[in-house]
């Protein structure tokens, strides 16, 4: 069961992205989610709001008591060497009771690793154990519209940049066009022209990622 404050964070990103698809990704019972039970990450599908593909990590931390501790800050790394602060939160300062503190990263890189670190008021440090978020997604192909009269559109969503091959074939197997394309790490939006083409059936052909994705689709010329 996750607490009270992680549950207001996913309630908000729903009521944010209404209309998307929303996927949790949490750890399997391990060293991680007992340290920190509410880590998650919230991956966000393309929908009304945003074409993209959208991130947010979020978590909780709890501390079984606090003497002489000033704040705590949040720090994000994508190598496990460099480190930036992204966040801060103060400190009960003296407390012999548990206190729990919440940090949601609304940018976060696609394989991230975050560490809490502890900042006493003698000017002390202590660090946290590091977890690891990853947010890579599957690439997404899309086509439309299909029957198409003039212009055939292709949605790609990638999480790396890479040049894109697109071949037409008609009925007979004979290629008819070929086309190439740069493809942003993201959503990219391409357009195929297929006006002078004569009616009937064809076979599209899209490939990226140096050729690792490869996407076939029938598509109808009216």
Known sequence: MISNRSQEIHDHVQRF???HKINERRWAESYVSDLYPDFSVLEIEPGPRSGNWNYVSSGTWKTAQEINVSYYTIERSVDGIRWATIGNDAATRHSSAESSYSFTDYKPVSTGLYRIVEHDVD?????????HSSCIAA??????????????FIDIVTNSESQALIKLFNSNGTLVKVQKATVLQGSKHLSVDVKLFAKGIYHLSVEWNNGQIQKTMQVVKQ
């Open 139 to 152: 690439d997404v192909f899309s086509i439309f519209p299909n029957p198409v009269h003039e212009n055939l």
């Open 17 to 19: 992205f209404a209309g």
């Open 123 to 131: 000017d002390g440090i202590q660090y946290s154990n590091v977890i």
